[in-house]
């Protein structure tokens, strides 16, 4: 197994899209610039939902256009230099969430291979409860919208990520067995060519952030053979979120999510009373990351300073 681990900062979209109180754009945007500048390998900029769902995200094209015009700077100053660094060495993948064609179509409007190559994010869920509320479909509904948008995806050359949310627990109908989560994975990649899948980054969510490092080791012992190409993206109720990374890390995964300054949670988590609990803070999975011998291309001081401008956004929860 590699000792490279990949890091993606969900920040302006996990982290920022339970947030009572509009942020303006422009702030957005300097997270992600100070996220791109921390060496994080991906950030993940936007959703393209109902902003009738999700309402902090609702500037999302403005947002992926601004991050878009500087990719594009980066590449035409990159172009020059002699040393031949090129902007897609320089800058993180870009990515973005989609629940449907209509969030797909508007990713694609945005991507270009070349200078701002979109990374799509599709969503579902190994509960049904959780996904019917969450997108107001079940989840073999999910499955067959995703089924028409994964062939346009890999021909326009966009990354795809597919999240399985309540992996470890779903907030209403309590524990989710590996097994189903791996039923869910399957589904997902036979929507993909053999030749395709290898390169699909599946995503599994502790979306209440409940999980101890057993049910981790559990889930990962389910996906041995998917490991390779597997992230976790966890949420931390209890503390024991880096407990968890210590464990995923040992299974072989090698690809986590943070948030700069542990904020988020997903609205349609939250329950009468309890809001949807934060991501890992980047910063703490960083440094346990590094801890247990492993590298990334994280610079530590400079993740701090995303970090603390990300606290300036969110409200005390
Ligand atoms: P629906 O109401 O069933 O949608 O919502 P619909 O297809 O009936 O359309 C209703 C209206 O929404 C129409 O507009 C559509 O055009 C519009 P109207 O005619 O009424 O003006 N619409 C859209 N607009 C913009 N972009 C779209 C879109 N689709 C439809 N893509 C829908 C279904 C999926 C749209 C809705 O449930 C939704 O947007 N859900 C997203 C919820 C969400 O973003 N949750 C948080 C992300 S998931 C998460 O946080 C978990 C994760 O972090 C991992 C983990 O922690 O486990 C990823
Ligand atoms: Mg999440």
Not at 2 to 12: E, F, G, K, L, Y
Not at 31 to 41: F, H, P, R, T
Not at 124 to 150: G, L, P, Q, R
Not at 202 to 212: S, W
């Amino acid at each position: 197994m590699p000792d490279r681990v990949r890091i993606t900062d969900v920040a302006p979209r996990d982290g920022l899209q339970n947030e009572p109180n509009q942020i303006p754009t422009a702030s957005k945007l300097r997270l992600i610039e100070l996220l791109a500048a921390s060496g994080v390998d991906e950030v993940e900029i936007t959703s393209f939902v109902s902003p009738k769902w999700v309402p902090q995200l609702a500037d999302a094209e403005d947002l992926a256009h601004q991050v878009r015009s500087l990719a594009e700077s980066v590449a035409q100053i990159t172009a020059g230099f002699p040393s031949r660094v090129r902007a897609a060495e320089t800058l993180p993948v870009f990515s973005v969430l989609a629940p449907n064609k209509k969030g797909f179509e508007r990713a694609l409007a945005l991507h270009d291979v070349k200078y701002f190559p979109l990374k799509i994010a599709l969503f579902t869920a190994a509960s049904e409860m959780f996904n019917k509320k969450n997108t107001n479909a079940n989840i073999d509904e999910s499955i067959e919208k995703f089924a028409t948008i994964v062939p346009r995806a890999l021909e326009a050359g966009m990354p795809i990520r597919f999240y399985v949310s309540c992996a470890v627990e779903c907030p209403f109908a309590g524990h989710t067995e590996p097994s189903a989560v791996r039923t869910v994975v399957d589904k997902l990649l036979n929507l993909v060519p053999d030749d395709a899948r290898a390169g699909i980054d599946i995503d599994l969510g502790d979306t209440i952030g409940v999980a101890r490092p057993a049910d981790i080791a559990a889930l990962c012992a389910e996906h041995t053979d998917l490991l390779a190409q597997t992230t976790l993206h966890l949420h931390d109720t209890f503390g024991r979120a880096t407990d968890c990374v210590r464990a995923a890390l040992e299974m072989g995964v090698r690809s986590f999510d943070g948030a700069a300054a542990g904020l988020g949670g997903c609205p349609y988590a939250s329950t009468p009373d309890k809001r949807a609990p934060g991501n890992i803070d980047c910063a703490a999975l960083v440094r346990t990351v590094h801890d247990a011998g492993y590298e990334t291309g994280v610079d530590l001081d400079a993740l701090d300073e995303a970090s603390s401008f990300a606290r300036t956004l969110a409200v005390a929860t």
